[in-house]
């Protein structure tokens, strides 16, 4: 008889989601909460999770951190479809808060963060705001995760703001994945 003891992992994860109004075309948003769901319900049979909701448009959502993954799932499925697509918001809207005292971050044996989006930063504005913002974002997320991943769906995705997104990001661009098989 073989005899293995798997030790539960804790998972942090934190979930940006694109809730602009084109992510209602071609069923996109369904799709997005299905996989967050499946994503969660995948790490939480490792052990355990504990997730962040950021939802955004053209402004930035956050939820606190949650143990009870069936609620995060819960306010993924809320989500409502509006606005316009800003990148760097939900970046930034993590960052402010993150190690909050009113929201501390809990201990975990690995964190991610997956970003998930079906479109490009609309105006030259947003482009650039990300585009400034990436070594701010690239520094945050080697201190505190073991990668982020940007995801795109839809074929209209440019990977040039998902790899600003994705960490680390080398020349493999391992982390950025862009969907266009809807």
């Known amino acids: 008889n073989l005899e293995v003891n798997i030790t ?8 940006m989601l694109d809730k602009s109004g084109s992510m209602d075309d071609n069923d996109r948003m369904s799709i997005a909460k299905a996989a967050i769901a499946d994503l969660i319900n995948t ?9 962040k909701l950021i939802t955004f448009d053209k402004n930035a959502y956050e939820s606190k951190w949650s143990s009870d993954i069936n609620s995060v799932i ?6 409502q479809t509006d606005g316009a697509t800003d990148y760097d918001d939900p970046l ?12 501390s971050t809990p201990t975990a044996d690995q964190s991610f963060v997956y970003f ?17 913002y990436r070594t701010t974002w690239e520094d945050f997320v080697k201190d505190n995760f073991d990668k982020a991943y940007a995801v795109g769906i839809g074929s209209g995705v440019d990977e040039t703001y998902l790899d600003m997104v994705s960490y680390p990001n080398d020349n493999s661009n391992e982390n950025t994945l862009v969907i266009t098989d809807e």
């Open 43 to 51: 790490y939480d049979d490792l052990g355990s999770v504990n997730a």
């Open 8 to 15: 539960p992992i804790v998972t942090n994860l934190v979930v």
């Open 74 to 79: 819960l306010k993924i499925n809320d989500t």
């Open 92 to 103: 930034r809207k993590l960052i402010d808060g993150y190690g909050n005292s009113s929201d």
């Open 116 to 132: 998930l989006s079906d479109g490009n930063p609309n105006t030259d504005t947003y482009k650039n705001e990300i585009t400034n």
